[in-house]
Every structure is written in C-alpha cells, then in structure tokens.
C-alpha cells in the first residue's frame, strides 16, 4: 500500500499564480547550494542555455557570480518571463529569452546560438513523463558541442520509498540510463538535496545530474 502522492498542479501562464509562486520559491539554501553546484561546472566564456527560465532565479545567481558568461533563457510562458526580467535585473544585457515549448520537438531551432552547457532546475519533471524527458536529453545530445555538459537539477523519486510520485519524478537510476541512451558518455549524479523518504511534500527530494557528451 502507498502512504501518498507527491506532485503538483501548476499554472504556468496564469500572472497571479506565476507571481505567488515565484514568491513562495524564492531560493532557500539547499536551493543555493545545488546553483553553486551547476556554477562550478560552467566554464568561463560559456554560452549558457537554461531550460525552463522561470523566475530566473538560478540565471540571476549564476550571471552575479561570473560575468563572463552568457545566458539564453527558455520557456514557454511569458508571465515567467516578465518575473524573470525583474529577478535577473542588471545582468539582463546578457540574456536573450528564449520562447518555446520543451514537447515540441523543433525547440533546438529557436535557439539563438548553439550553447556550450545546458542547464535546468526543477524544470523538466513539469513535462509529465520518463518519454518526454528522454526527448529532451536526446536533443540536448543533438544541440551540445563534443565536451558539452548538461546539468540538471530536478525532482527525482528517492529509491525505497513506498509513497506514489507523478510520473515526471522517478529515479535517479533511470535519468542515468535515458542519458546514456540519448548518446551521453558516463552520466553520474553528484548530489541529491533535501532527501525525504518519510514525509516527502512537492519540495522534497531533488538530485543534480551531470552528463558531457
Ligand atoms: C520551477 S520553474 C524553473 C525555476 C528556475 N530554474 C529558477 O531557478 O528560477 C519551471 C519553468 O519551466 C517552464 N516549463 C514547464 N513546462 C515547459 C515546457 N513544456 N516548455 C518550456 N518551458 C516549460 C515553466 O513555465 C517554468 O517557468
């Protein structure tokens, strides 16, 4: 028997919502922790693409921290991109934002420039399933220069629970084994945040991928 369900409902081009949620999320230090984490592997001089912009706060954390990269923001909603034009703030001049649905499978085309790293939070378990999720990667894959990384930091459902998870949140074992499959070499996992097998709520348990091509 399941002891309960972690997942949740967004609206993600209502203003109101976007708003509220954006001030409910503002980042806490397990969530800074897992920015510096992506921050280290990013190297100088690096177009950065960010999947799933939301708020912006990780493009703002990363853009304070070193000035010499430049951003692309995508998403789907324009209510997150006005959160996200406030939150990044001076740091603007280096991001171009990027509109586009991560389901349809010709994203890759309204890239601005081909990135050297590609980065997400929280993001892609929104997309609602291990299939979906496998496309990204697989045009991750496609889009990233040989030495690329991609790194993502998402919710994953921790082994040995006995609590029911929506399908975009599954194992760490399994992301490993759909980057392997999108042509990606020796994917690891290199950490996981907030770990709650017991009690686990929405914002629980997430873990930071790691992948080069
Ligand atoms: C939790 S937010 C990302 C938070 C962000 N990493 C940060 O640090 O502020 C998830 C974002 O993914 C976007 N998103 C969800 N589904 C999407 C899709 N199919 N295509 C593009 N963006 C999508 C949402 O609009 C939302 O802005």
């Given at each position: 028997m399941t002891r309960g369900f972690v997942g949740a409902q967004h609206k993600f081009h209502d203003a109101a919502f976007v708003q509220g949620w954006a001030d409910r999320f503002v980042p806490t230090p397990p969530r800074l922790a897992l920015f510096d984490l992506i921050l280290q592997h990013l190297s100088a001089n690096t177009h950065v693409l960010e999947l799933g912009?939301?708020?912006g706060y990780m493009a703002r954390h990363i853009l304070e921290r070193n000035e010499t990269i430049e951003y692309e923001g995508l998403d789907f909603s324009e209510v997150f991109f006005d959160v996200a034009r406030k939150t990044i703030g001076r740091s603007m001049p280096r991001v171009t934002l990027t509109k586009a649905?991560?389901?349809?499978?010709?994203?890759?085309?309204?890239?601005a420039r081909p990135p050297a790293a590609i980065i997400s939070t929280w993001?892609?378990?929104?997309?609602?399933s291990q299939e979906a999720i496998a496309d990204v990667y697989a045009r991750c894959h496609e889009v990233l220069p040989p030495g690329g990384v991609l790194l993502n930091g998402d919710f994953i459902k921790p082994e040995g629970t006995d609590w029911d998870y929506e399908p975009g949140r599954f194992e760490v074992a399994r992301h490993l084994e759909l980057l392997r499959q999108a042509g990606f070499r020796d994917p690891v996992s290199m950490s996981q945040y907030?770990?709650?097998?017991e009690n686990p709520t929405a914002a629980h348990n997430y873990a930071c991928l790691m992948a080069v091509k």
């Open positions: 912009l939301g708020p649905d991560l389901m349809d499978q010709t994203w890759p085309r309204s890239l993001a892609l378990h929104d997309l609602g907030e770990t709650n097998t």
